[in-house]
């Protein structure tokens, strides 16, 4: 059973609203995966930082956002996790902005999650920082979680 860390663009995909073809596919392998994954027997978590960053501002679909999430339980954002947090962006592994991409991170990492999905190429599921990430949770102590987006843990066949 794999512990599975749902990031914030996986909830807000799965309620998208936009027209545009990629936020359209990203929001149906969203659907796919996500539907999967809770009906089978991987141990789905999140944090109190996807509840923060879905309750920030107003938009469509924000009450089934918080919904979904309520659904999954909460990973401990403890001082070892804030520590984690200014160690990457001490050793400049993600943006210096502590209560985005470095958290999800390092709640992931702290708590030895075997996967973090997410739709952020950018800073996270990003295959140029894989080794600088893994470098520096080695010397932390703590876990290395894969970081993939949805697309990368449908298990479907070539012929579906």
């Known amino acids: 059973m794999a512990r599975i860390y749902i990031e914030t663009t996986i909830i807000s995909f799965y309620f998208n609203v936009r027209a545009e ?3 359209v596919a990203r ?49 401990d954002l403890n001082e070892a996790v804030a ?9 400049h592994v993600m943006p210096n902005n502590p209560a985005g991409d470095a958290l999800h991170l390092a709640a992931a990492s702290f708590h030895r999650c075997h996967f973090l999905v997410t739709w952020n190429c950018r800073h996270i599921a990003n295959a140029n920082k894989f080794a600088h990430i893994r470098r520096v949770n080695g010397i932390l102590g703590i876990g290395n979680p894969a970081l993939v987006t949805p697309l990368e843990l449908l298990q479907e066949s070539a012929d579906e």
């Open 21 to 23: 073809p990629e936020m």
């Open 83 to 91: 520590e984690t947090v200014d160690a990457y962006i001490s050793r």
């Open 27 to 75: 929001q149906n392998w969203s659907r796919r995966w996500l539907d999967a994954a809770m009906e089978g027997s991987d141990e789905l978590v999140s944090s109190l930082a996807v509840q923060a960053e879905l309750e920030a501002g107003q938009y469509p679909k924000q009450a089934e956002m918080l919904e979904l999430l309520g659904a999954f339980p909460m990973l």
